[in-house]
């Protein structure tokens, strides 16, 4: 478990947690990131940092991005790090960082904007925010209440969920 004062870096790349709705456009964009307001309203107290690496539906990330927030992920002091992302493409993400030794990492999204009342995305970011200073390193992906090795789930379109991979 980690010291009270250890912080955690967290990377945010766009995807759903970070959407607008564009009345004007009929159209969700990826706005600016609501990530640092949303721990703020928990009132947490561990120190933390966000860094924006992207703002991107995941959908839209490439090879490119996904190699810099390897690099970030790498090159950062902090060995507990999380990565907000878009739930389409989280574990192609995830299996590019999969060789990064000695880090936690933690993707994690939303399935509904978290400007939106009703929205998925806090608890989703609670759960992130504990598994990263609890998990022993190793890439993982929390959605809907589940911890996943990030290596072993996948996203069922059809069910709407993240899902063990049958084995």
């Known amino acids: 478990m980690l010291s009270p004062d250890?912080?955690?870096l967290l990377l945010t790349t766009g995807g759903t947690i970070d959407k607008v709705y564009f009345d004007a456009l009929s159209d969700y964009q990826v706005g600016e990131t609501v990530v640092g307001r949303l721990l703020d309203v928990a009132r947490v107290k561990r120190p933390f940092r966000v860094?924006?690496?992207a703002r991107k539906d995941s959908l839209e990330l490439d090879d490119a991005d996904r190699a810099l927030?390897?690099?970030r992920v790498a090159a950062a002091p902090e060995n507990h790090v999380i990565i907000t992302h878009g739930t389409d493409t989280m574990t192609d993400t995830a299996r590019q960082l999969a060789d990064i030794p000695g880090k936690t990492v933690v993707l994690v999204g939303a399935l509904a904007p978290?400007?939106?009342g009703e929205s998925d995305a806090s608890f989703n970011l609670g759960m992130a925010f504990a598994t990263v200073q609890v998990a022993q390193p190793g890439i993982y992906i929390t959605m809907s209440g589940s911890v996943f090795p990030a290596d072993q789930v996948i996203k069922d379109?059809?069910?709407?969920?993240f899902v063990p991979v049958a084995q």
């Open 157 to 161: 379109r059809a069910k709407g969920a």
């Open 69 to 71: 927030i390897y690099a």
């Open 51 to 53: 860094e924006e690496v």
């Open 114 to 116: 978290a400007r939106f």
């Open 6 to 8: 250890t912080p955690i």
